[in-house]
């Protein structure tokens, strides 16, 4: 079956910088890949996803980057702010008609101030 | 406002005594997940339901059932809690014309005493 590995699993940054988080997938079947945000004691929030015949989608600060070759898939937020500060998952599925989201481990991101 | 709902969002309960755990959607959704998270985890899938057809995850242990009586409702039930069953249930929904994009409530908090 499908497995997803994220790194990291902690990362700091200073506000106004960037952050990257990477996954890879297993699976060469898999054409979705969300991620999601999830603050302390809330529900993961979907903030971008991305579909296998899409290299790369953006929104506004949030960019998502897939290489479907090397299985590998990027979350990148730019200009950070204190309010970027969550847990992040990023996930791949094979779309049926109920799809089954592996997520990966992942990203406790914390912004600096 | 359409939505995914769990009730209620903290639950407690004694070592052995059966709870049972309720998600509601208004969204006409097909599919119903539930998953189980624990502290820094990702979500954990257990089970879903496409329409009345079930499907059991092969590692979710016999103590978890589901039931879903019509579309808008979906149980989880737990026959014996164990401490070990302490987590945070998330109810999640999808259907085939949003494509893979789940939507999730905003969970129910177990204790186990």
């Known amino acids: 079956g499908e497995n997803v590995e994220q790194h990291p699993s902690t990362l700091s940054v200073q506000e106004g910088d960037s952050a990257v988080i990477k996954c890879t997938y297993s699976?060469?079947?898999?054409?979705?890949f969300p991620w999601y945000k999830q603050e302390l004691g809330k529900r993961p929030q979907l903030i971008i996803d991305?579909?296998?015949?899409?290299g790369e989608k953006k929104d506004q600060r949030i960019a998502v980057t897939l290489n479907k070759t090397a299985k590998h898939f990027s979350l990148h937020i730019t200009e950070t702010q204190p309010e970027d500060s969550a847990v992040y998952f990023c996930a791949a599925s094979i779309w049926s008609s109920a799809s089954k989201i592996i997520f990966g481990s992942g990203t406790r991101l914390s912004i600096r101030p | 406002d359409a939505m995914v709902i769990q009730n209620p969002r903290y639950q407690v309960t004694q070592f052995g005594k059966p709870v049972t755990l309720s998600c509601s959607q208004t969204l006409n959704h097909n599919v119903m997940y539930w998953y189980q998270q624990k502290s820094s985890q990702a979500p954990k899938l257990l089970f879903h339901?496409?329409?009345?057809?079930?499907?059991n995850e092969a590692d979710t242990p016999d103590n978890f059932q589901s039931r879903r009586p019509n579309t808008s409702f979906c149980f989880l039930d737990i026959r014996s809690p164990g401490l070990g069953d302490a987590a945070m249930y998330l109810c999640a929904t999808s259907t085939p014309s949003q494509g893979e994009r789940q939507f999730f409530g905003p969970g129910t908090r177990l204790t186990v005493l």
């Open positions: 991305i579909r296998s015949n899409v």
């Open positions: 339901y496409y329409d009345k057809d079930f499907n």
């Open positions: 699976d060469s079947a898999s054409n979705y």
